[in-house]
């Protein structure tokens, strides 16, 4: 896995910024080296669409086999790793495809 890369500077996005750019609501990601603004890939959107489903999940299996409190801490260490893992699937476009 590796961290997105600018495709007009070829800068390496750091993991704290492309975190940041992750989860902010905007549509286009501005660079933090050349300030050019990038779209999200097909590619991407489709993993996150993934993961997003991914994320109820333990909640709803492991209720029925172990305690409410081990239920909530394995759904929440499952959010907390999808939630790092998400930066590292991000893949920038110069255009909207
Ligand atoms: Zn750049």
């Not at 975190?19 to 050019?36: E, I």
């Not at 993993?47 to 991914?54: A, E, K, P």
């Not at 909640?59 to 801490?73: A, D, E, P």
């Amino acid at each position: 896995m590796k961290l997105p890369v600018c495709q007009y500077c070829g800068e390496e996005w750091s993991f704290w910024e492309t975190f940041k750019q992750c989860y902010n609501l905007r549509r286009l990601k501005k660079c933090p080296y050349c300030k050019q603004h990038h779209h999200i890939s097909q590619q991407t959107r489709h993993y996150v669409g993934i993961l997003s489903l991914i994320w109820p999940a333990p909640m709803i299996l492991t209720s029925f086999f172990v305690s409410t409190s081990t239920s909530i801490t394995i759904t929440f260490t499952v959010i907390s790793v999808v939630t790092l893992i998400i930066p590292f699937c991000l893949r920038l476009t110069r255009k909207n495809l």
